[in-house]
């Protein structure tokens, strides 16, 4: 994860430092924490005053001195990971196909697989505490079918179950944490002292853990519930141990419902978790603390450690983002750093100070700029390629449409059930086959008749086209027509074969029409179902593709905040002049970042606002920074023509641009 360039100065001297001291309060935060959890556990309402001295002399023995060294082990091994997994800016999936790429990371699945182990570890430790039913894996039983009557050693459904939910707790953590982006690390916006953003931190997280820890539980128990017995004939077969027949499996639906088991596997589930939430949320407060860095040095080996020299590099970039944090803050808050960045060098007399920290804000706000043009281009791009197929998908539906209609001609009709004169029979049958009479006694599509009707037209040569040459035919067929239609509107079973005379037929084939729109239905309907799979896993997410655009949009917060005070503070400290030079560079280059944000709103989903996830530890600060970027750019704005005032109209730069200035001018923006 740590480059070896030569800013990786900060990481051996700041960062990792700072994640040690945020381990070590983890540590220590965790005796009270484990004591709260064994007092939870232990809790009994008929014996309150036994059961604190229960608490008390169990804490003091040699297995929860044990545990305890087990729990720090494990609070060093996630700070480690937060260390090696933390980002400035978030991984945002821009479909369902990339969130599944993330999760499938092999880089993620060590991590989770990590936290699994670090599951079962604190898992065996609540079992521990909690003791009684939980604390062995095995106990000695006597089974019915024992010819001797010795004891056997049986499996602790109960303690297995326990550890197996903490495994399953850590593991879906771990996933957990690539979803929500458990590894961002955010700024926050207000400084305060570390003591007073844990403090307020504090409720949340326990809310937080409490909540993760239910919804686990509960996934855990349906998964129990199907596939407990295959860990729990795994384990017996390693450990050759039996299942005691006489107590009542947990892998149904009375041994999962047990209230004092559910409630034990929650609050073993909440304890693993707030200890983790904990130490993350103290990692985050002291990594993202202030650090001040000098604006120029007088030796030649501390230069790479100044502000301006910082602000140019691109790795780690934990460190770029402190810099324009700390840039932020002095233009601010500190006039006589401020007077250092608009110093003159010596000898020379030149800006040096200024001009690289101009360049390189300047240069964020253009990359961002440039960015915002091609996406809005791709999408313009996409919705032209969209309106095509949407047309080929209409023609796609219309010809699936008439296919479907013509299935219908070959389905089946519903005949009305009256009663057919021989005439009328006979002037059907005369007719041209497209009569509208016969259309209430088309056969059966299982009829051959119907099957031959449908596949060929009637030949002029047949003795069916023009008039009957048989009378015999005709009769027949009167008869045969009138003998079904009376035996099923009267109810009465139809005649048998022997009162019909009929020549014999073969069994009915069918057709290869029919064969083949039936398997060209089967075709179309495989297709569209594999194209709405892959519609659904690779079509673009239209909000996520705009937070991801914007996910590294604090570094071009800072970078307009620190631009615009320095200004507005060079109307009166600046003594050589050396902002105005550059003021026209700066507003042309605010005034088109500005052209490109609105832009951006005008696109769908790009001004709607997520709803923010109240039980979760994933910061969801990066949902919203586009919106922070456009109040802030326009504040910046406002900053400078506030003032300066009308002098703007001296600046150099474009008509619109002019015009577009105005309206700050004027206070309509």
Known sequence: MFSTEQSCWFIRKVVCWRAVASIAWAVLL??????????????????????????????????????LILMCGVIIMVGFLNLEYYTVIPTIACSKIALLGQLLHPRQLVNSLAHCIMGIIVAWCCAVTIGGRYETICYPCTQGNSTDGSPEMCLNEYHLILLLAGAFVGFSHGLLGVISNMNYVSFHPVQQYKYLRFKGSLRFVGKCSTTEALYSVRNYIVVYFFLGYIPKAWICKTLHLNLNSSV???????????????????????????????????????????????????????????????LTDKQPMLLKFIALQDLALLSQHSPSRRCEVFSLSQPGG???????????????????????????????????????STGSERKTSSETSVTSSTEDRMSPRPSLMLRTPASVFARSIVGTPQSPLTAPFTPDLDSPFALRRLTAPIDQYSPWFGAVQS????????????????????????????????????????????LFLQNRREQVKKFLAKRVLIMYLFNKLPEASSQALFADSQAHIWALEGLSYLVQASYSEDQFGVVQTTLPSILNCMLILLEAVDRHFKLP?????????????????????????????????????????????????????????????????
Not at 493 to 508: G, L, R, W
């Open 471 to 514: 009378p015999h035919i005709m009769r027949r067929g009167a008869k045969l027509w009138s003998t079904s239609t009376d035996s099923q509107v009267n109810g009465s079973p139809p005649a048998s074969p022997s009162s019909v005379p009929s020549p014999k037929q073969e069994p009915s084939k069918p057709s290869r029409l029919a």
């Open 248 to 310: 009542h499996p947990l892998d149904s639906v009375a041994g999962l419902l047990d209230v004092s088991l559910l409630y034990h596997q929650w609050i073993s589930a909440s304890f693993l978790l707030f200890t983790w939430n904990i130490t993350l949320l103290l990692f985050r407060i002291f990594v993202t603390e202030v650090y001040s860095f000098p604006v120029h040095s007088s030796f030649t080996e501390d230069a790479d450690q100044c502000l301006p020299k910082v």
């Open 605 to 669: 989903h790009a001004s709607s606002k997520p709803v923010r996830s109240a039980s979760s530890m994933g910061d969801a600060t990066h949902k919203t920074l586009r919106f922070a970027l456009r109040a802030t750019l326009k504040t910046a704005i406002y900053r400078i023509t506030t003032t300066f005032g009308n002098h703007l109209n001296a600046v150099k730069m474009s008509a619109e641009h002019r015009k577009r200035l105005q309206q700050f001018l004027e206070y309509k923006e």
């Open 350 to 388: 030149h800006p040096h100070n200024w001009n690289n920290i101009r360049k390189e804000c300047l240069s964020l706000l253009s990359d961002l700029t440039q960015r915002l043009i091609a996406y809005h281009d791709t999408v313009s791009t996409n919705g032209r390629a969209k309106s095509l």
């Open 30 to 67: 965790l005796l009270p924490t484990t004591a709260v959890f064994v007092i939870l556990s232990r809790f009994s309402l008929l014996h309150p005053i036994q059961t604190l001295s229960e608490c008390l002399s169990f804490l003091t023995c040699a297995s929860a001195i044990f545990s």
